[in-house]
């Protein structure tokens, strides 16, 4: 992968506001985690879903991006298998499923630091003609 | 509704970072809404998926909650139709469409300040015995 | 809608295998129903998850193509409320949320005859060039 | 696993109405296939989406229910990479991705018999109390 686009991919601004750091980049793939701060909680003092989406968006972003053609997400599902608490630091890893010219699918997991699967989430791409690097 | 469980409901902690406004609480149903700042973007430069998704997770938490009985996000499904842009005032609604003793299903639309659909989405809650409130 | 167009979205062999009947075709608009039979229930003796859905599916298409351009489902996120029993009357509304020119997002209700609501669906189409009547 | 819980699990009727075949069984896992018959198209002439999320929830089924106790699908997502076409055997795997003692979650893959990709799906079931056998 080009360097400029590697840049390109890492700055996200909402990722960095909520300090998700990029650990991995390749084609059609992505690692990106999070410490769940107390700002990232919700009312019942759980990792708020919104900020475990946000980091399952954000892996799943990059890789869908990753080839350099623009990707705009159209879909994603997610489940959520366990609580996230404060101190925590969640990872995902987003795959590439399938892709053709039109679509792309990919498929993300979120473990925690002792491994217990957070969630999971499919998400789909609609791949714009253009490139954007 | 009790006072003390609108002001549990109010008090989440993300949502209140990311400067989100609870516009109204019912039984079954909340508006919320957030300002797009450049911080929120994605490196398209459009508002990031994790800003829209965590706005409708915020209406999807307090519609959930709402009779004071412990509600956790199992499922949410979203689809995005348009892209928010900085300076945007995303509203998302969220009413119940449906629920059980175990199960609550809840529907989450998000619109621009001219009325734009900006996303759709499906919550699915697991309603536990406790009383949070 | 021209006659050719509605007598090509009836002509589902898959639903006539069903018994779906349909009861209303206008653009981006579908109704559909079916008996739930015997051979239609699962090893609870509830009606099929695939029979529900399938139910959802035939107004999701019927809708999504009613404007005589070819559109093919990539995406459906079903919710179960209520089981269906032998001999209810299954009724599916299919309703366009939103479409562009690429992709079109459809929302799909399912109740029985009684009127409880026994499942809510999403789908998203993607829209080909081609017209296929 | 119980020769008696196996039956159970194959005595879907649904199933056998589509000539739905089971090739494999354990906890937690399930293999079903089908062959795709003229009754089974959509009115482009591809496999009818129903009759793949049917093989879909076939799987999940089986695999959710293969401790004995009830299990309850409440939401599944699917997404369709491929069509299948008159001829195809479509071949589904549905695997446990987790489980607690209310909700468990399954991840299926459909493919054609010469491997590719048809569609993928995720499933939630509510895990009730009682064993069905």
Redesign the interface.
Known sequence: MKEVLID???????????GIQVKKVEEGKAIVSVLVK???????GAA????I??????A??IAS?SYGQ?A????????????GIPGDILTTTAEE??K?H??G?Y?MLVHNQIGD?IA?A?G?V?RKKEM?V
């Open positions: 390109k991919l890492l700055a996200d601004p909402f990722a960095k506001y909520l107390e700002d990232f909680l919700n009312f019942h708020n879903g919104g900020l989406f946000s980091l399952v968006d954000v799943f972003a991006n623009t705009v997400g159209v879909n994603v599902n997610i489940n959520y298998m366990k609580a499923v399938s053709n039109k679509l699918f498929r699967l999971t499919d789909m609609y954007f």
